[in-house]
Structure formats: C-alpha cells, structure tokens
C-alpha cells in the first residue's frame, strides 16, 4: 500500500508543481504529515512547521533543492517579533489619528483665515481669563500688606500676633500664588494652541494645495 502511495507521489509532483508555482521562480514546498500523507503548497501551514517530519522545498521541475528545517523561535526572537507588531500597531493608531484630522480640518474650517481667527479667538479668551487672575493677584497683594502692616505694629507696641491674623496672612499668601500659577497654566495653553493651530494651518494648506504655484 505505502508503495503504490509513493508511486502516486512521484507520478503526480509534477502536477502538483505546476498548480502551485504558476509563475517563474515560484518556491513549493512538500511535506509529509504524521499519518505519512504527503501535501505540496506555497507554504508549509503552521501546524505542520515546527513537526518533526520530512519538508522539502522544490523547484520548477519538482526537484529537491532544499531540506527545510523548522526551528523553535527563541525568547529573544518572540520578543523581538512582538516589539515589531506593538510598533507597526502604533504606526496603524498614529496614522488613522491623522487621517481622522485631516477629515476635521477640511470639514471644519473653510479658510485658512477662519482657522487663525478661531485660534486668536481662543487665545484672546484665555487673555481674559489671565487679566481676571491678575486683578485678584494685585487685590491680594494690596491686602496682604495691610495685613502684615497691623502684625508689624502689634509687635512694634509689644502685643502679639493673633493666630487669625496669622491665619489670615497664611490664606492671602496662598490665594496669591494659586493665582500665580493659574496665569502660568494659562501661558502655557496659550503656547500649545498657537502651535496646534500652526500645525493644522500648515496641514490644511497642504491639504487643500494651497502652496502649490
């Protein structure tokens, strides 16, 4: 029986090779599978590479021109190979935020003068925000040296400080620089706006063809 099959094997590879490699320099690759069949294809399937049986690989004319041997990955490998698709994955995610921006910006905006005035706009409105902390910054320093104006006098004349002006200086100093570091938040989104809509201003000028001559 295990004659006549390798007798079918020999007299159908040529067939088989001419089914799998329609074009010049196509690889084939033949193996057989634990239960002693014999299967030709492209590839050696998943399930059948890292077995230990017989893999050829053939040419055109059904000869042997290699002895393929799988070998298990390593853990560097399969590291290596994961650290390939988590970048590929991340490139995937970085380029569909772009398109997803792209569709924004020529769906949003008409003009490139309708995005600078909604990026000065924006600015101008955190401008305000700004001057509203300032006033309160000055209001507080205008309170905070009367309060330490009394407290010098107190121990001028020998009293002494109660805690609740002490308490009182302590909340001024504080509302001061809540505020003070409010105004630098504000600077600091101020900064990040503008170079968003620089950004966008550029990516919408190339998007429309705008520079072009």
Same mark, same amino acid.
């Given at each position: !029986?295990?004659?006549?099959?390798?007798?079918? &094997?020999?007299?159908?590879? /040529? *067939?088989?090779?001419? !089914?799998?490699? /329609?074009?010049? +320099?196509?690889?084939?690759?033949?193996?057989?599978? %634990?239960?002693? @069949?014999?299967?030709?294809?492209? #590839?050696? /399937?998943?399930?059948?590479?890292?077995?230990?049986?017989? $893999?050829?690989?053939?040419?055109?004319? +059904?000869? *042997?021109?290699?002895? *393929?041997?799988? %070998?298990?990955?390593? /853990?560097?490998?399969?590291?290596?190979?994961? =650290?390939?698709?988590?970048?590929?994955?991340?490139?995937?995610?970085?380029?569909?935020?772009?398109?997803?921006?792209?569709?924004?910006?020529?769906?949003?905006?008409? #003009?490139?003068?309708?995005?600078? !005035?909604?990026?000065? +706009?924006?600015? $101008?409105?955190?401008?305000?925000?700004?001057?509203?902390?300032? +006033?309160?910054? =000055?209001?507080?320093?205008?309170?905070?040296?009367?309060?330490?104006? &009394?407290?010098?006098?107190?121990?001028? &004349?020998?009293? %002494? *400080? @109660?805690?609740?002006?002490? $308490?009182?200086?302590?909340?001024?100093?504080?509302?001061?620089?809540? @505020?003070?570091?409010?105004?630098?938040?504000?600077?600091?989104?101020?900064?990040?706006?503008?170079?968003?809509?620089?950004?966008?201003?550029?990516?919408?000028?190339?998007? %429309?063809?705008?520079?072009?001559?």
């Amino acid at each position: !029986m295990r004659t006549t099959i390798r007798l079918l &094997s020999i007299l159908l590879l /040529p *067939v088989a090779v001419a !089914m799998f490699a /329609p074009t010049a +320099g196509a690889a084939i690759y033949k193996w057989v599978d %634990k239960d002693g @069949n014999t299967h030709f294809g492209s #590839s050696i /399937p998943p399930e059948y590479a890292k077995q230990d049986t017989k $893999k050829e690989r053939l040419n055109e004319q +059904g000869q *042997v021109v290699e002895i *393929v041997q799988e %070998k298990e990955k390593t /853990p560097e490998q399969l590291a290596e190979e994961k =650290r390939l698709e988590e970048e590929e994955a991340a490139r995937q995610k970085e380029l569909e935020r772009q398109r997803t921006n792209d569709r924004l910006l020529v769906t949003t905006y008409e #003009s490139v003068d309708q995005l600078e !005035m909604t990026r000065d +706009g924006k600015i $101008k409105a955190l401008e305000g925000q700004i001057t509203v902390a300032d +006033g309160q910054i =000055r209001e507080r320093e205008a309170l905070l040296e009367r309060q330490r104006a &009394s407290a010098a006098k107190l121990e001028r &004349s020998g009293g %002494k *400080v @109660n805690e609740k002006l002490l $308490k009182d200086i302590a909340t001024t100093e504080d509302q001061i620089a809540r @505020n003070q570091k409010r105004i630098a938040a504000l600077r600091a989104d101020q900064e990040r706006i503008h170079a968003k809509f620089e950004a966008d201003i550029t990516r919408y000028r190339l998007l %429309k063809g705008l520079d072009k001559k």
